[in-house]
């Protein structure tokens, strides 16, 4: 089946610090995975996101590699800042239909 | 432009009220998805409708219903609500296994 594991949070940083979320998948096929940012009080937001093995997605500083061997699609980001506080979102997308399937959420909050 | 809306974005009712929540896209896409996020920020997905079709219908109580008029609107009933019912909904949109747009949430306040 489809699932995506995502570590548990919540994860507090100075500002400046660097920021790894681990996310793991399991997927039939060949999926799209993505990233997506949940600021305070609003809806989801993509962030990046990887079609295939290899590709890196990034964007605002973030990034991630799409692991086909480890089945991984891990975020970083070298110097986090205050406004980087959201919770964040790893999200798999099987191609073979409409449904997504979206990790628990890591809650980010960052200190000055 | 915003590209996915919903209104309202806040809703507070009595146990037992019947609510709806509306949800509009203006992307063209051909799918739109209902989810549930509960208070630690878990998702759920709830219904999925691609060019007016449900075509996901996840275990969630009858008490809830979706309803397409056309492929840019998708809306959600909701019957006799229950305390367990407060979330926020949010609504979605995607063009077939693509990206999904999600709406700013509705956040539903049963009392």
């Known amino acids: 089946g489809n699932s995506v594991t995502q570590m548990e949070g919540p994860v507090t940083l100075s500002e400046e610090a660097f920021l790894t979320i681990n996310c793991t998948y399991t997927a039939t096929g060949y999926p799209s995975l993505f990233w997506y940012v949940q600021y305070p009080g609003e809806g989801l937001q993509l962030l990046l996101k990887?079609?295939?093995?290899?590709d890196k997605g990034s964007n605002k500083g973030f990034e991630a590699t799409y692991r086909k061997e480890t089945t991984s699609f891990h975020l970083e980001k070298g110097s986090v800042q205050v406004s980087d506080s959201a919770v964040y979102f790893c999200?798999?997308?099987?191609?073979?239909?409409?449904?997504?399937?979206f990790g628990t959420g890591t809650s980010l909050t960052v200190i000055p | 432009d915003t590209a996915v809306s919903q209104t309202p974005k806040y809703l507070v009712t009595q146990m037992g009220n019947d609510k709806s929540i509306k949800c509009e896209q203006n992307l063209g896409h051909d799918t739109m998805y209902w989810y549930k996020q509960d208070s630690k920020k878990f998702l759920k997905i709830m219904f999925s409708?691609?060019?007016?079709?449900?075509?996901i219908n996840e275990t969630v109580p009858n008490r809830f219903s979706p309803k397409s008029p056309d492929k840019a609107h998708l809306n959600l009933h909701i019957n006799s609500l229950e305390l367990g019912d407060s979330a926020v909904y949010f609504c979605a949109s995607s063009q077939t296994g693509d990206t999904q747009y999600f709406g700013p949430g509705t956040r539903l306040t049963v009392l």
């Open positions: 409708y691609n060019n007016k079709e449900l075509i």
């Open positions: 990887a079609t295939k093995a290899d």
């Open positions: 999200a798999l997308n099987p191609n073979t239909g409409n449904q997504f399937y």
